[in-house]
C-alpha cells in the first residue's frame, strides 16, 4: 500500500509540473505574437540567426545580364548613303557576381554599418556560345565623349579642330570593331590615353569598358537603420554611401539636385510588414540614383505570397519634374524616356532609359532602326515578400546611351552624323533571384505555418492543462481516500 502511495505521490508530482508548463505555454502563446518577435530579432540583426548570416554572405549571386548593340551599316552611315543607324542586339553576356558583407560594425545609435565588396565571375554556361570572343561594331564612346564635352563646354575653334587632328592622326575611329570583352572590359583608345594623360579631370579613367565603367568600383560602404528605436518603416533604410549623404561621383550644386540617399533602401533588405501602399525609394550603386517603386499586385513567387513593385511610372518623365538637374545633359535637353546619368559619370554624355525605349516614342527613335521593345523582356519587377521585407526576385533593367548635342561644323565632318542623336550602347539586367531551399523553407515556416501551427498547440495545451488538473484532482482524491483508510486501519488496530 506504501508503494502505491508513493507512486501516486510521484505521479501526482509530474501532473503538476505538467499543468504548469502547458498553462504557462499556453498563457505565452496566447499573449504573445511568435511572428512578431521574430521580425524584432530580425531587425536587430542578431548573429547566427538564419537572416543575417543570409545578409551577410548570401548563397545566391546577382545575376548580370549584358546586351550590348552592334552596328550592322557603320560604313553607309558615315556617308551618308542611310540616315538611319542600323542595331542589332548582341548577347546574352552573363556574370555571377558574388556579395559579401564585410568590417560590420554595431553602432551604439542602432545604426549598422558595413562594406559591401563584389566579386564577378563569367557565367558561360548561360551566355551565348563563344559571345566574348565575338567581333562587333560600336561607335566610340570614347571619340563621341569628348566629342559631347568639347562641343558642350569648350567654345573654341582651335581646340575643336585639334581634336579633329588627334581624331585623323591618331587613327582613332568614330566606329570600333573589337571583342565583345574589350567592350565591356578594356575599352582603350589613343585619343582616350592621350586626352587622359593630358588632363585626368576632363576624363578620369584611362579604361572606357562598359561594364568596367558601369560596376565601378567595386566595393561600398553603407551605413543603415536596424533596431527597434528608428520605427519598422525605417529598417534598414540608408543614411550614408562612402560617409556621404549624397550620391558619389555627382556634381557638388546640391542646391539644385535632391541627391539625398537618406530613407532610400540598398535592395538587400527590405522593411518588414510591408503594406500596398508603402511608399519604397531604393537605390543601387551602378544606377547611381534613388527611384521609386510601387505596388502593382499580389503574386505568387517560391510558394510564398508576394507583392509585385514595378517602377513608379513618372521615374523617365522629365518635363514635368521639378528635379531640374536630369533634364539637362552638357546642355542638351533629354526628352521624355531618358533620365541624365552625365553628372554621375564625370560629365561623360550618357542617359539612361528602359531597355529599347520601352514605352516612350519621339523623333529621338526616328535615327535609330532595330529597336524592338517588348514589355516581358525590358521591364523591371520586384518580388518582395511583405510579412518579414526579404527580397525574393528582384528583376532591374535599364539601358545606356550616349546623348549628343548639335555638333559643331568645326568638328570631323563624320562625328556631325550623331548631331542631337540618342545612340544605344547597352542595356543591363540585374537580377537577384533568391531560390535558396533553407531561406525559403524557413519563411515558409514562419509565415505560413506558424500562425496555423499555434492556434493548435494552444488548444492542444489547453486540453493538457485540463486533463492535468483532472488527473490532478482524481490524485487528491485517491490520496484522501488512502489517508482516511489508513487512519481508519490505525483505529481499529488500537481497539
Not at 229 to 256: A, M, T, V, W
Not at 424 to 447: A, C, G, Q, Y
Request: glycine fraction near 4%.
Amino acid at each position: 500500500m506504501e508503494n502505491t502511495s508513493r507512486r501516486n505521490l510521484n505521479c501526482l508530482r509530474w501532473q503538476i509540473c505538467g499543468l504548469l508548463v502547458s498553462s504557462i505555454s499556453a498563457f505565452f502563446l496566447i499573449s504573445y505574437d511568435i511572428l512578431e518577435l521574430i521580425i524584432q530579432e530580425r531587425m536587430k540583426m542578431r548573429p547566427s540567426l538564419p537572416f543575417y548570416e543570409f545578409w551577410k554572405e548570401p548563397p545566391v549571386p546577382v545575376k548580370i545580364t549584358t546586351y550590348l548593340f552592334a552596328v550592322t551599316n557603320h560604313k553607309e552611315f558615315l556617308n551618308g548613303s542611310e540616315s538611319k543607324l542600323k542595331i542589332e542586339e548582341v548577347g546574352p553576356i552573363v556574370y555571377k557576381r558574388y556579395i559579401k558583407q564585410k568590417d560590420i560594425v554595431f553602432d551604439v545609435n542602432s545604426t549598422l554599418s558595413f562594406t559591401t565588396e563584389y566579386e564577378n565571375y563569367f557565367d558561360e554556361e548561360n551566355s551565348a556560345p563563344g559571345i566574348l570572343n565575338k567581333t562587333i561594331i560600336i561607335p566610340s564612346p570614347v571619340a563621341l565623349t569628348v566629342a559631347s564635352i568639347i562641343n558642350s563646354k569648350i567654345d573654341n575653334y582651335y581646340i575643336r579642330k585639334m581634336y579633329t587632328f588627334l581624331l585623323d592622326n591618331l587613327r582613332d575611329d568614330i566606329f570600333l570593331n573589337r571583342t565583345v570583352y574589350d567592350c565591356l572590359w578594356n575599352l582603350n583608345t589613343p585619343v582616350l590615353s592621350t586626352v587622359t594623360i593630358a588632363s585626368k579631370w576632363f576624363i578620369p579613367r584611362t579604361n572606357g569598358g562598359m561594364l568596367f565603367n558601369a560596376l565601378f568600383p567595386s566595393k561600398h560602404r553603407y551605413n543603415v537603420n536596424i533596431g527597434l528605436d528608428h520605427g519598422r518603416e525605417n529598417f534598414f533604410k540608408i543614411n550614408s554611401l562612402n560617409n556621404q549623404e549624397n550620391i558619389p561621383h555627382q556634381n557638388e550644386k546640391k542646391d539644385r539636385c535632391p541627391f539625398s540617399l537618406q530613407g532610400a533602401f540598398e535592395c538587400t533588405s527590405f522593411s518588414p510588414r510591408i503594406s500596398k501602399t508603402t511608399a519604397i525609394n531604393t537605390y543601387h550603386p551602378h544606377i547611381c540614383r534613388t527611384y521609386p517603386i510601387v505596388f502593382k499586385k499580389e503574386t505568387k513567387c517560391e510558394n510564398l505570397n508576394c507583392y509585385e513593385f514595378e517602377m513608379k511610372d513618372d521615374f523617365f518623365k522629365r518635363h514635368n519634374s521639378s528635379e531640374g538637374c536630369y533634364k539637362m545633359s552638357n546642355n542638351v535637353v533629354v526628352p521624355d524616356g531618358l533620365v541624365d546619368f552625365s553628372q554621375c559619370t564625370y560629365g561623360v554624355p550618357i542617359a539612361v532609359s528602359q531597355p529599347h525605349f520601352l514605352g516612350f516614342d519621339g523623333p529621338w527613335k526616328d535615327n535609330i532602326d532595330g529597336l524592338k521593345p517588348d514589355e516581358e523582356k525590358h521591364l523591371s519587377k520586384y518580388l518582395i515578400e511583405p510579412v518579414m521585407g526579404v527580397p525574393i526576385d528582384l528583376i532591374g533593367r535599364i539601358q545606356s546611351n550616349m546623348i549628343m548635342p548639335k555638333i559643331h561644323k568645326s568638328l570631323d565632318i563624320h562625328l556631325d552624323r550623331f548631331s542631337e542623336m540618342v545612340v544605344p550602347m547597352f542595356w543591363l539586367e540585374v537580377r537577384f533571384h533568391m531560390n535558396d531551399p533553407f531561406i525559403l523553407s524557413t519563411l515558409k515556416i514562419v509565415i505560413d505555418i506558424l500562425p496555423v501551427v499555434i492556434p493548435i498547440v494552444v488548444v492542444i495545451l489547453l486540453v493538457s492543462a485540463i486533463s492535468f488538473a483532472v488527473g490532478i484532482r482524481s490524485k487528491l482524491r485517491s490520496h484522501k481516500q488512502y489517508i482516511y483508510s489508513l487512519e481508519q486501519t490505525r483505529k481499529s488496530d488500537v481497539l
